[in-house]
């Protein structure tokens, strides 16, 4: 079996409403392509995020949940090398055609990215 089918065949389904209306190249990525791996590596993303946070902010596990997700958000915007891991961990789950895309549009999809990292590990804190 080659890897793109395999990616492809493994996926989570999404449910989009009116995905006929979806007509901006980015659009699509971001709902058909970003959303389904996202989806995919939830928990890889959310342990990683932990692990980074348990590891450099003292008595994380205490803190109160929104100072948690201030910390969350403090580190994605600041740490190059957590950001570059958590974009390599959905990079690796992309197809060939879908790597292209993204190497042509990296800092449009890197933005949208973070975003969508932070909102689903921060609702995990």
Do not use: H, W
Not at 69 to 96: C, D, R, W, Y
């Amino acid at each position: 079996m080659n890897r793109d089918k395999f990616l492809l065949d493994n996926r989570p389904a999404i449910a989009i409403e009116n995905p006929e209306s979806i007509i901006e190249d980015l659009s699509r990525f971001q709902n058909f392509t970003l959303r389904a791996v996202l989806k995919l590596q939830n928990d890889v993303l959310a342990r990683i995020c932990v692990d980074f946070l348990q590891k450099n902010y003292k008595n994380f596990s205490q803190q109160q949940s929104l100072d948690k997700v201030k910390l969350l958000q403090q580190a994605l915007k600041s740490n190059i090398q957590l950001k570059t891991l958590l974009f390599g961990v959905i990079a690796g789950f992309l197809t060939s055609e879908e790597l292209d895309f993204y190497l042509q549009n990296t800092s449009e999809i890197n933005k949208r990215l973070s975003a969508f990292i932070f909102k689903r590990v921060s609702e995990q804190l």
